[in-house]
C-alpha cells in the first residue's frame, strides 16, 4: 500500500481513538460531577468534639453508621442522646454520664447527658436549694462523667443563753454545731431544750438553761421545855417562875439548785442546835388556902384577901373575864407575866394596884396591875384579860365572871 493511503488511515484510526476518549472522559467527568452534586458535608459534634464526613444520603442512621465505620466516632448506646438537624446537617452527640448528688444526708445517681448543668441534676434527683444553700459547682456549670454534686444547706437559727438571744446563719449540722458557732459551751449540768444530737432545720429556736448552786443558811428558834416543880411555899392554884425560859436556836445550812438565778431544788445539808434552850423552872403551890370570904363592897371598903389581910379598895367591877399568855412586853413596857393584865385603860387606868377574884371567892387570881390594853376590854365585851404563864392555866380558867377591886 502507498505511504500516502497507510497514513491516511492512521490518521483516520487516531482520530476515532480520540473521539472515543474524549467520548469516554466527558461520560466519567459527568459522573463525577453528577455524584458530587449528591454529596453532602455532615458536621459531627460529640461531647463537644467535632468532626465531619461527606456522605450522600444524610440521614441521622447513615451518619452515625458511617461515621463509626471511618472510626470517626464511638458506637452509640441506648443511654446516648442523638439529634440531628437536616436544616444545618450537624449530628449532635451527648454522651449519657452518671451524676450522684448528695444533700441532707442521702446520696441519689441520676442519669444525665453530657453537657447538662448542675442545677438539672439536683433537680431530677428531687432535691430543693434554697438562697442560702450552698452548691459544690456552680449552678449552671456543665457536668461531665461521674461528676459529683453536694448541696450543704445553711439555717437561721436562734440561740438563747445568759439572757441574750444570738441570730445566726448555720451551717448544716446538729444543735451543739449551732452552740458552738454561737461560742456557747454547757457546763456539766446545763441543759438545751433541744438535744444536741438534733438536726438543725429552718428557724430552730434552741434554749440553754444555766444551772449553779447556793448555800443558804436558816436560823429556827427551838422551844424551851417547861419544868414543873412542887412547892408548899405557895398556895394551890398559885404558881411562879423560877428561872426564866429561854429560846435556843437551830442553825440549818441548804444547798440550792438554780436553773437560770431561779431554785428549782433545796436540799438540806446541814442541820445543828447552835444554841441550847434553857428550861423554864415553875413552881407550883401545894400550900392548902385558908378559908376566907369575900365581900363585894362593904360599908368600909374593905375586903379580905386569900392570906386573911384585910385590904381598902376604892372601888370594883365585876364582869366576864378572859385568860391570855405568851410573853413579851405590855403596852405599858411592863413585862408580859402573871400579874400583868390587860384592861380598858379609860375604865381602869394603867397603874392601877388591883385584886381579882371571883365574886363569891372560890377563884383567886390575886393581886395585879394594870398594864396592857386588852382589845375586847376597849369594846367593852370583857372586864380584863387576864396573863397566865402557861396555856394550860388559860385553858383551865376559861372565861369566868370576876370582881376586880381597885385599890387604895
Known sequence: MP??????????CMSRNLVALVLMMTICVASVITV???TVEVTIVDNGEETSISIMDANQENVLETAVRYQRIQPVGEEDSVVFDSETNQLTIRRGIDVTVTADGETRKVDLYYGDTVAEAVEKAGFVYGENDVLSLDADKA????AEVTITRYYHVSVTADGKTQELLVKEGDVQSALDAASITL?????????????????????????????ETKKESVDYAVKQVKTDSLYEGETKVQTKGVEGERTIVYRNKLVDGKVVETEEISN???????????????KERPSAAYASISADGTLIDHNGNKVSYVKSFTGRCTAYTGGGWTATGRPAQYGNIAVD???????????ICSPDGSIVYGYATAAD???FASMGYIMADLYFDTYQECANFGVRNMTIYVLS
Open 143 to 146: 457536668l461531665e462523667k461521674d
Open 187 to 215: 457546763g456539766k449540768e446545763d441543759m438545751a431544750d433541744v438535744k444536741l444530737d438534733t438536726a438543725l432545720s429552718e428557724g430552730l429556736a434552741i434554749k440553754v438553761a444555766r444551772v449553779t448552786y447556793e448555800e
Open 3 to 12: 505511504l500516502k493511503s497507510k497514513t491516511k488511515k492512521r490518521l483516520e
Open 373 to 375: 390594853t386588852g382589845g
Open 272 to 286: 445543828e442546835i447552835t444554841k441550847k434552850p434553857v428550861d423554864k423552872v415553875e413552881l407550883v403551890g401545894t
Open 36 to 38: 458530587m452534586a449528591k
Open 345 to 355: 385603860p379609860d375604865v381602869i387606868p394603867y397603874g392601877s394596884k388591883l385584886y
